[in-house]
T-cell receptor
Framework: NAGVTQTPKFRILKIGQSMTLQCTQD?????MYWYRQDPGMGLKLIYY???????DKGEVPNGYNVSRSTTEDFPLRLELAAPSQTSVYFC?????????????FGSGTQLSVL | GESVGLHLPTLSVQEGDNSIINCAYS??????FIWYKQESGKGPQFIID?????DKRQGQRVTVLLNKTVKHLSLQIAATQPGDSAVYFC?????????????FGKGTSLLVTP
């Protein structure tokens, strides 16, 4: 049981480039989330999904897009990367009774935009 | 806006002692609280949660206390071990109209010394 798997672990982008952060979970969880963590700060929600085909914005969605075509996968797309998107990105999932409960996190993607 | 805060950014304890990590919240509408542990280079790991209709909840070596009167949350770790060294985050589910985002604190770094 792998849990939540994120790829890549590290990436350096130039300003204006695009990329997709991959996230997959094998726990059959309905809810999935993307968070970003800036140094010395708590996590901020970018996007979340309550099931396949359903996504919604979190606190800081600007500059990102997501899709949820399957229960397992929840990729995060960065269009026109900017230095402000330098951060560590965490994908998470949960199956608990309510949204936001008992999240299982992946190991993160460290992204630098130069 | 309302946010979750932590009283101390760092905490150093000796191995075998009990640790207490504190967290203040300001949203009286919050109905669910969670503690996460994050080791260096890893994603946050769920420790324990508590709902607003409870004052105390115990897990394995950990206890969470909720004082709704003063809007205070604490995590107690019994017989602290070197493996407990990590950053600990509290998070609240404010259940507000601003969206379904967990409100994470900035974290407390726990250092366990031999």
């Amino acid at each position: 049981n792998a849990g939540v798997t994120q790829t890549p672990k590290f990436r350096i982008l130039k300003i204006g480039q695009s990329m997709t952060l991959q996230c997959t979970q094998d726990m059959n969880h309905n809810y999935m989330y993307w968070y970003r963590q800036d140094p010395g700060m708590g996590l901020k929600l970018i996007y979340y999904s309550v099931g396949a085909g359903i996504t919604d914005k979190g606190e800081v969605p600007n500059g990102y897009n997501v899709s949820r075509s399957t229960t397992e996968d929840f990729p995060l797309r960065l269009e026109l990367a900017a230095p402000s998107q330098t951060s560590v990105y965490f994908c998470a999932s949960s199956i608990a009774r309510g949204l936001n409960e008992k999240l299982f996190f992946g190991s993160g993607t460290q992204l630098s935009v130069l | 806006g309302e946010s979750v805060g932590l009283h101390l950014p760092t905490l150093s304890v000796q191995e075998g002692d009990n640790s207490i990590i504190n967290c203040a919240y300001s949203n009286s509408a919050s109905d669910y609280f969670i503690w996460y542990k994050q080791e260096s280079g890893k994603g946050p790991q769920f420790i324990i949660d508590i709902r607003s209709n409870m004052d105390k909840r115990q897990g394995q070596r950990v206890t969470v206390l909720l004082n709704k009167t003063v809007k205070h949350l604490s995590l107690q770790i019994a017989a602290t071990q070197p493996g407990d060294s990590a950053v600990y985050f509290c998070a609240e589910n404010p259940f507000s109209n601003s969206g379904y985002a967990l409100n994470f604190g900035k974290g407390t770094s726990l250092l366990v010394t031999p």
